[in-house]
C-alpha cells in the first residue's frame, strides 16, 4: 500500500446494533474500492473482517477489525466493531483510533438498542458521526421510520443528505441531497429533505442562519461547506442510505466520509502527559513521537500482535521505540497494515495512521510507544466494570499447567476481561461483560494456546458463625506406651456482632491449664476457625475464653493442648446453634423506567433488598443489596429483562445470615465437594 500523508487518511469506526450489517458493510466498502476482488458474506465467513473461527460459528463479530481502503486518494481505515453488549470492550478500543464513526441502522427494524447505547458512548467520546440507513433493498424497509427515530434520538441536528429510491426489491439507489436534481416522483420529498438539510446546517452558523432566514433557504456549496464543518464539529449528523448487498449507497457514503469526516490534523490535538504536566499532540508526522496501543490479539503463527495509532510523529520499520509506562525499549520490526487477518508490510506510518507490529516484548493495550527522551504517555481506555463471574477449572492436568499463562495472555489480549484468584475458596475466577463474553474467551483458550477450560458459576465464600453462648469441654488422652498426650480445656463461645471477628481470652486461674500451653489452645482454636465445624467454611465473629482445664506432668505438650483446643471448638461450633453467613453485594442499577417494574419483580425473587429507586430523565437508579450466589451472574438477566438497555456495577457490602431452608442444600453441597477432592 502507498504511503499517505497525514491529511489524506480518514480514521472511522463503524457502529450498531448486532445484525446492522456493519461487517457486510465493511465489505462492500472495501470492494467499492477495489481494496478487494470478491465480496465476502458474513454467513460463508469469507468476509474480510469476521475471520476468526468463533466469529465465524457464531455468524457475527466478536473483536474490532482494522480494515483500510482507498477512495479518490484518501485512505480510509475502516474499523468494524461488534454490535452485541458483551464486546463493548472492542468497540471502546476502536474509539481510540478513530477521528469519526458510522452509525449503522437497518432499515427493516430502525433505530434498535445497540445503535441508542452505540450513540451514547460516541457522544461521551465527541465523536463526529454519520448515520448510514442499511439494507433499504430488504423487506420491510422504512426509511421514512428509520429517519424520524433517528431524529428523536439525536435531535433535530439529524438530516437526510440522500434520499433511496425505492425501498425492498424496488429500491435502486440513492438521490443526493446537495448538487443534484430531484428524480422523477420524488420532487415533495427531495424539497423536504432540503429544506430539513438546510435548516440544520442553518443552526451550526450565526452568518448560515441569517441567510436561511433571510432568503428561506441555502445554496449547494453553502450546504457542502456548512455539513463540512458541521460534522466536524458534532453539530450535524448527516444521514444516508444505501444496501450493503447491492452496494447501492456505498460510494456515497465513502464520499461523505471523505467530505465531511475529519483528517487527523483537523480533529482536537490528543492530550499526553510528559514528565508529570499535560501537553497537546496535534497530528504532525514531524512532531514528537506518540503510539497508542488500542488492540492486541495473540496469534498462533506470528505471535502477539499490537495495533496502533500514530498519534504523533511517525513509526518506522526496523527501529526502536520506548514504552512510556515500563521505560523499555522496544524492537520494532517490520509495520504493518492490517487488511482484517491480513497484513501489508510498510516502510512506515505517518501521524493519524492505523498500523501493528508483531513481538513486542513489553507493551500491552493501553500502552504508549515514545522516545526515551519524550516519554509521552497517552490516557488509557476505560473500560466498563466487568459483572459477570464464572470459575474456570482445568480439564486435565496437562491443562493446569498451562492455565495461568493462557489467561493472562487472554486478558492482555481483551482487558475488559478480569482474572484474579479467589483467596476464599481458591477458585480462578475470569470475569467479563456477560456469558458469551467468557464462553468466547474458554473458546479461544482452547484454539490459541490448546487449553481446555470448564466454566462454572463460582463457589460463594460462605462463613460460619454461632448463634448463641455455649460452654463445652474437651480431653484429649492418649496413651502410647512411653510419654502419652493429655490435654483437657473448658471454653466458652459466645457470639459476636456481624464483622467484629474473633477474640481470644483465658481466665484460667490456679494454673490449672499452665501459662505455656495456652498459645497452643488458641492455636488450635484458629486452625478450626480456618477449617470449619459444619461445612468447611471459615468460622468468624466468635469469642472464645478458655475458662478451664487440666494437665498432666509428663503426658502433657503444647501439641496435646492444640488438639484439644481445635476439637473443643469445632464441638462448641456444632452445640452453640450454627448459622451460615453469605456475602452479601450492593447492586447499581440503571434501566429505562418503562423496565423499572420488572427489574424489582426479578430482584425480589433473587432475595434482594431495595434500598432506593430514583428516577431521572427517563431512567430508573435502582439501588439493592442481594446475595452473590444470586448476583454473580445477573448481568445476563438484566439484559433480556430491560432489551440490552439495563447496565449494573456491584462491589461487596457485607456478610448476612443465609436463609435456614437453603442452609442444608449448601451444606449438602460444601461436603460433596470436600470427598471428592479427597478421592
Not at 326 to 340: A, I, K, L, N, S
Not at 381 to 400: G, I, N, Q, Y
Request: glycine share 10%; net charge negative; aromatic share 6%.
Amino acid at each position: 500500500m502507498q504511503q499517505f500523508t497525514t491529511q489524506q487518511i480518514r480514521n472511522v469506526a463503524l457502529l450498531g446494533h448486532s445484525g446492522a450489517g456493519k461487517t457486510s458493510l465493511a465489505e462492500a466498502m472495501l470492494f467499492a474500492s477495489q481494496a478487494i476482488t470478491r465480496l465476502g458474506r458474513v454467513e460463508d465467513g469469507s468476509a474480510a473482517s469476521d475471520f476468526e473461527p468463533e466469529e465465524q460459528r457464531r455468524q457475527t463479530s466478536l473483536q474490532l477489525a482494522v480494515l483500510p481502503c482507498v477512495w479518490k486518494g484518501v485512505k480510509i481505515n475502516v474499523i468494524d466493531t461488534p454490535g452485541y453488549a458483551d464486546f463493548v470492550g472492542e468497540t471502546l478500543s476502536a474509539l481510540r483510533a478513530v477521528d469519526a464513526a458510522v452509525l449503522v441502522l437497518a432499515a427493516p427494524s430502525g433505530v434498535e438498542v445497540g445503535a441508542e447505547t452505540a450513540w451514547e458512548r460516541l457522544r461521551d467520546a465527541g465523536v463526529p458521526t454519520i448515520a448510514f440507513v442499511n439494507k433499504m433493498d430488504r423487506e420491510h424497509a422504512d426509511y421514512d421510520g428509520t429517519l424520524d427515530q433517528a431524529r428523536t434520538l439525536f435531535g433535530s441536528k439529524c438530516a437526510a443528505v440522500n434520499l433511496p429510491v425505492g425501498a425492498e426489491a424496488s429500491f435502486s439507489g440513492v438521490a443526493d441531497c446537495v448538487g443534484a436534481d430531484a428524480p422523477a416522483g420524488m420532487e415533495d420529498a427531495f424539497a423536504a429533505a432540503k429544506d430539513q438539510l438546510a435548516e440544520a446546517v442553518a443552526e451550526t452558523d450565526d452568518e448560515l442562519t441569517m441567510k436561511f432566514l433571510d432568503e428561506g433557504g441555502l445554496s449547494d456549496e453553502e450546504l457542502a461547506q456548512g455539513l463540512h464543518g458541521g460534522v466536524r464539529a458534532g453539530q450535524i449528523v448527516p444521514l444516508l442510505a444505501g444496501s450493503s448487498v447491492t452496494g447501492a449507497g456505498v460510494s456515497e457514503l465513502l464520499d461523505a466520509i471523505v467530505r465531511y469526516a475529519p483528517s487527523p490534523d483537523e480533529a482536537p490535538a490528543a492530550k499526553a502527559l510528559k514528565a508529570g504536566a499535560e501537553v497537546e499532540l496535534p497530528a504532525d508526522a514531524d512532531g514528537p513521537l506518540a503510539a497508542f496501543v488500542f488492540k492486541t490479539t495473540a496469534d498462533p503463527f506470528v505471535g502477539k500482535l499490537s495495533y496502533f495509532r500514530v498519534v504523533s510523529g511517525t513509526v518506522s520499520a526496523n527501529g526502536e521505540a520506548a514504552n512510556s509506562r515500563t521505560g523499555d525499549m522496544e524492537r520494532v520490526g517490520q509495520v504493518f497494515v492490517p487488511v482484517g487477518k491480513k497484513h501489508e508490510s510498510v516502510p512506515s506510518l505517518a501521524a493519524g495512521d492505523v498500523g501493528c507490529v508483531s513481538k513486542l516484548a513489553h507493551t500491552v493495550t493501553g500502552d504508549t510507544l515514545s522516545t526515551k527522551a519524550d516519554a509521552l504517555t497517552l490516557p488509557k481506555t476505560e473500560f466498563p466494570e466487568a459483572v459477570f463471574h464464572s470459575a474456570v477449572h482445568p480439564r486435565s492436568k496437562a491443562d493446569l499447567e498451562k492455565l495461568s499463562t493462557s489467561l493472562a495472555r487472554l486478558t492482555e489480549e481483551d482487558p475488559s476481561l478480569v482474572m484474579s484468584r479467589e483467596q476464599a475458596t481458591g477458585e480462578l475466577v475470569v470475569t467479563g461483560m456477560g456469558n458469551t463474553h467468557v464462553e468466547v474467551m474458554a473458546e479461544r483458550a482452547k484454539r490459541k494456546f490448546g487449553v481446555e477450560l470448564e466454566l462454572a458459576p463460582p463457589r460463594v465464600a460462605y462463613r460460619e458463625t454461632i448463634s448463641r453462648v455455649t460452654n463445652v469441654e474437651y480431653k484429649h488422652k492418649k496413651q502410647t506406651g512411653g510419654h502419652g498426650q493429655y490435654g483437657h480445656v473448658l471454653l466458652r463461645l459466645e457470639p459476636r456482632a456481624r464483622g467484629e471477628g474473633f477474640e481470644f481470652a483465658s481466665e484460667v486461674v490456679g494454673g490449672n491449664v499452665p501459662r505455656e500451653y495456652i498459645p497452643a489452645v488458641e492455636k488450635g482454636v484458629h486452625k478450626t476457625m480456618d477449617e470449619g465445624a459444619v461445612a468447611g467454611f471459615p468460622i468468624v465473629d466468635v469469642r472464645v475464653i478458655l475458662t478451664d482445664g487440666s494437665s498432666h506432668s509428663v503426658d502433657s505438650s503444647g501439641q496435646s493442648f492444640e488438639i484439644a483446643g481445635g476439637m473443643a471448638m469445632k464441638k462448641g461450633v456444632v452445640e452453640a446453634t450454627p448459622t451460615l453467613l453469605e456475602p452479601v453485594m450492593r447492586l447499581s442499577i440503571e434501566a429505562p423506567e418503562q423496565f423499572a417494574g420488572a427489574v424489582v419483580s426479578d430482584l425480589n425473587t433473587r432475595r434482594a433488598h431495595i434500598s432506593a429507586m430514583t428516577p431521572v430523565g427517563g431512567v430508573a437508579h435502582i439501588e439493592a443489596a442481594a446475595p452473590q450466589s444470586e448476583a454473580q451472574q445477573y448481568s445476563t438477566h438484566l439484559r433480556a429483562l430491560t432489551q440490552g438497555r439495563g447496565t449494573l456495577s456491584m462491589r461487596f457490602d457485607h456478610y448476612a445470615e443465609a436463609p435456614p431452608h437453603l442452609t442444608p442444600k449448601i451444606v449438602e453441597e460444601a461436603q460433596a465437594r470436600e470427598s471428592a477432592a479427597r478421592a
